[in-house]
């Protein structure tokens, strides 16, 4: 570990690292601009100038180029390096347009900082600016070239780190330009990082323009929730309305950065119809008189005939409670799941994780070998792709076996079979990683699990060579990741993924496994969720026995794939409750809505992400109607009240606990007790549930001696006539959360029911026809989209907020060939 | 030490390409056929090393030093890279010596090909040269046909090809890690850290080298490196060097001379001195990259040891002479190279991006009578500034602003003072010129003065 | 418009030998400003196409370049030398001098469609300054006379004049 002197203040940091960030360790900022922790250094910029005295070739040198070594001296005081960044920041301001006053970026401007550092006042170039012509970038990121400083963070993160192609660098000298070849939507889903990427303001948050400056805004760390990944994000909020999220440093995590749809799809929480009274038979109410009413009906109704609904979104306190007020009221067990086989896939799945193979996203980027199972990371959890890339980069192999079109920024072998060829696929792959020769050397159980793999892909041989090439990659990889979904596979994939992973662990015991889940607290829910509990909601609801249903921000209409039923099924039930903060369908259609907060306002919540790893955010705002909204537009609002305007709704858990209180006469409160001793004993050490800065891992440990392998042996494939109907995510569109945020609307685009050309060529239909789709309930009119790249033999369809695709009456459904017709109609 | 003697250029005129029989009939491809089966690389290496042979580019750095850093156990597939892009202002001698020799560079290349255990050669040409290249292109077919170059030279195991990649004319290509960016399609940026003889093209072990440094290879192969070093003025300057000469003088021309011979005895003997009516003011000794030198410093050596010696920022460069004379406004002169250096500047670090159109911006103020006072010593400040840009462009563009401000202060001055250019020109360029003794047009190349001494 | 096929088998045949496609790049984009008259928005697209890369990509190449023209130009490029010692024999007097002749300001292009005037540095023929290039061809040193003679030329062969490959 090399020792060093910067400005006479000794540090010992791990080798490798530049001297830079050694400063950085003791306070001291170096000036820099091109630097960046996640693209590295270029010694482009020469910002970062200091005076090596000893250890490296004496003089002026960049200390984001240079490593510290043993016993080197570096001064950043130096009046030589002090005047050579005072030229530089002079440099970089000669053709700045100054205008901090009309720029987003002002009081968060790594430029403005700089320029005071360097010393640098009065404008002494006697000559004009240059300037540039703007590009029109798309929805989410403004451009403003002139106040370009030309550091290359954009093209480095856009290009090298994530991957894509559509922005880059043109022109010569202090000519350059960044942007796209013309004016245009960005392509990358990552593209808002930019916005903090860059240190200037050139690229500004486009939906939020000009609505404040940071010191304008109630700040604070929270998480997204659009997938199950938790990215960390920081949210900003002003007059009561959510503004703008950035990217928040998890290493762990994110790294530093987020994807669009977490980026902007905050604005939910703003969304004019949000539930923001109790409400009773639709008409609103006081808070007080809807959880007495809500009350008053559950304590006339029997225990056993009440049903409680949480969901994946939920937090850990609200699912925590919700199991626990159950549970003291003697109610059934709360469910969490509406689908049997998304609960039994996420148990499995949660279940079957330990310490010893859960991986967090930053460790799967020096992964050098990743299989990726019924995932499609762009699309399901977009953050994912970037982690894989950056893997990618490193020389690791990647493998992803789906039926989907899947897309990813750099090259991998795709592997493009039917969701009941996967698991097959799956394990011919893991058994061409083993060397029979050596099957000696494993436990007797796992030789039995070897022995029981099979060793031909037989439904097509051509995928066979590729099978064996990547199972030998397999074999030598050190490091080796399983990447499981829990959208796309069948349910027993999750468990087979588990077994998998520790099958593979007894070669080499780098091997990890990383789930993805279809939510932001999936794993909690199916932590929550007791194995013994019977998994279909609909049939119990079916029965006629339940006269109560309690929704806790669970909207089942929006996700379940068969309306029809579910309207029915609800008819049976007398009294329905919901708490939620979305203007879901459910809160359209029950007696009483209680509101719930979203986790930017009031209070904290827990979320824990795929891996098990339990993160807290912290509340930006009070909560209430946006002051926008409540005044019509006009600001100030004229009117003088004693209360926040639409600010009776509190945490889901808090609700909880009210209601609670008010069925069972006790003292409110309770709920929570418990809550950290259990998690205690999923073996966390936890101090309280205070925020720990990168989260902690709530898996147990695990000890391999005790593994059971629970192999199922493969059967053969049933054969289906027809076309399997496949119901996928998109990055935009088809998640609720930012399915209500305009920003991230505008993100979308039209959904579109893909096919494999073989199969469009035999039903003779071509690119963008109109199709009717026939399914059991009703049909689905949407356009036609031939994708050479996805499994032939399936069809496509986003679960778009624009299809009424809800028509499914069983699932897998197999379509045939009369069930899709061309069609000029409207939809 | 031997007398002068021309055996690259063998004092042709421009038009005079050498044809392969005329090559081999000087004992062009003979060094190539020994080596082919009796040398061991390293020995190669050995004998360039000894031969003191330096970089002719214009960074003088040891030819045999720098094949000596490809390491013998590096992987394959290897580069050799000749550099012809030769865009530095004042600078032609490459031209000419493609144009008269192609086979010496061509052989050059399989030389190095061999010694380095490389299999492949790229030649990279700038685009103002493209009756250049078209020779380069035909001397390649010659060498192929006559079993000189591609699979199996000459019968033995070494293979070795060679590829012409014309430039689209940028100067940072000039400077090999730009070079090794354009060569791979990409934006010459020279930001690659590491050296090139471990992670070139491609990533791979590459070595370049400037077409002149090439071009002497064979000679030292067939002849010996106490051969090449006695040729020189002294033992810090071995070997001939092509040096040029243009300006207001009677011969503009390419000569080449021992390395070392004296910078008046380049300008007066060879170049046959100014024209009638014009007096010597100053001189770019090697390409607009270096600084000023006046008559004081006739005496020096003109080879890379002595030219620094001379002071800080002082550096013999291509060796091409740019002769200013006494109606040359050096603020003009000035002026406009660094207008060239600020419009090539690749963008990619901020010190050459931004403050060479600052340093621009303030000659230009005090080219028309516009300056003040405190801009000398801001020039000043800045030139030592570019010391510490990403690449050594930038430290090349503040030379002659540096010599401008050190040893012209006066003239400067007197822009400052006087608010005009004491030359006092209405048009500083005269029209019509003095006709140069010598071609009209370049494609008929008849009726001129031999540019190399016989 | 697009390249005709013999010369696109050609570019293809380059760029299946090329270590990497892109190592082509500037051939093919002199190839298709030689047919297109100048690196259209069309060039553009087809040199990205023929390559496997973005158009954005070839931008990033095409703009960085002095002989790349991104806009329209005549059938001659006339670039005039104008570093120092072309500018000290007279390049700003050729520059009027072209200008005043061919009635276009540097940058422009003869009504005609046939010249274009624009500046270029060192272009390696100091020993013939002042020099000009007309389609890479060099000319020099420069008189009122030898450039009158030499656009004259240019006019009365236009259609069969030997341009540079």
Known sequence: MPNLIIDEREIEVPKGTKVIAAAERLGIMIPRFCYHEALGSVGACRLCAVKFIEGHRKGIDMSCMVEAKDDMVVSTTHPEAVAFRKFIIECLMLNHPHDCPVCDEGGQCLLQDETVSGGHGRRRYPEKKRTYEDQDLGPFVQHEMNRCIHCFRCRRFYQDFAGYRDLGVMQIGHREYFGRFESGRLESPFSGNLIDVCPTGVYTDKPSRFKGRRWNFERGPSLCLHCSLGCNTTGNARYREMVSLEARNNKAVNGHFICDRGRFGFDFANHVDRPRTARVDKKPVTWQEGVETAARRLRHIDGQKVLCLGSERCSLEAQWSLKQMCRNLDWPNPHFFVEPEIQRKVTTAVGLLDETLAISMGELENSDFILALGVDPINEAPMLALAMRQAHRRGSTIAVVDPRPVSLPFSFSHLAVTPDHMDLCAQVLVQKAFDPRSAGNLSDEAAHVFASLPNTYTPNPDLQGRLKDLGQKLGESLKPVVVCGTDMVRPHTPGLAAHMVRFLREKVDGARLFHVLPGPNAFGAGMLTSPEEPGSVLEILETGNIEALILVEQDPFWSYPDRERLEHALKKVEFLLVLDYLPSMAVEKVQVVLPTCSHFERSSASFINHEGRLQRTSPIHRGGTPISQVSGGKHPPRTFLDHIPGGDAKAAHEVLAELYGAVSGEKEGALLNGLQDWLAEKDAPLKGLSHQKDGIRVVPEGVLEDVVFSWRKSETIPQKKGLELLLTHWTFGTEQLSAHSRPARKGERAPKLMMHPEDARRLKLADKDRIALSLDRGEVVVELEIAPNMAPGVIILPRHRKLQWQKLKEWPVMVQDDGIRKTEGPK | MAGSQSFILHNRLEHQTMTLDEYRRTGGYQGLRELLNHEAPENIKKTVLDSGLQGRGGAGFPAGKKWQLLPDDAPHPRYIVANTDEMEPGTFKDRLLLSVNPHTVIEGMIIAGYANSAQKGYFFIRPSYQQVALKFEKALSEARAGGFLGQKILGSDFSFEIVVHRSAGRYICGEAKGLIHALQGERPHPNIEGHLTEEGLWGRPTIVNNAETLAYVPHIVRNGAQWFRDLGKHDKAPGNKIYSVCGRVRRPGVFELPFGTSLGEIIEEHAGGMLPGYEFKACLPGGASTRYLTKEFFHVEMDFESMSKIGPGHRLGTGAIMVFDHTCCLVAITLNLIQFFARESCGWCTPCREGLPYMEALLAAIARGEGEADFLPRLQEMCRHMRNAYCAFALGAASPVQGLMEDFEDEVKAHITHKKCPLEHDDPNQWPLQPMPGIEDLETGNERHPSCPI | ?165
């Open chain 3, 1 to 165: 418009m697009m390249l005709p096929e013999d010369k696109r088998e050609q570019l293809q045949t380059q760029i299946l030998e090329s270590e990497a496609p892109r190592e082509e790049a500037i051939n093919v984009m002199f190839a298709l400003q030689k047919h297109y008259g100048y690196l259209s928005d069309e060039a553009v697209s087809e040199a990205a196409h023929m390559l496997g890369m973005t158009t954005l990509e070839i931008e990033e190449l095409a703009t960085f370049y002095d002989f790349l023209y991104r806009e329209p130009v005549g059938t001659y490029v006339i670039h005039v030398c104008d570093s120092s010692i072309c500018w000290m024999y007279g390049e700003e007097t050729v520059m009027d001098y072209l200008s005043k002749t061919l009635a276009i300001a540097p940058g422009e292009t003869t009504a005609d469609g046939l010249f274009t005037i624009l500046p270029v540095c060192c272009v390696g023929y100091c020993d013939h300054a002042p020099v000009m290039l007309i389609n890479g061809k060099p000319y020099g040193p420069l008189t009122p006379d030898a450039i009158d003679s030499i656009l004259l030329d240019i006019r009365l062969n236009h259609p069969e004049c030997e341009e540079v490959k």
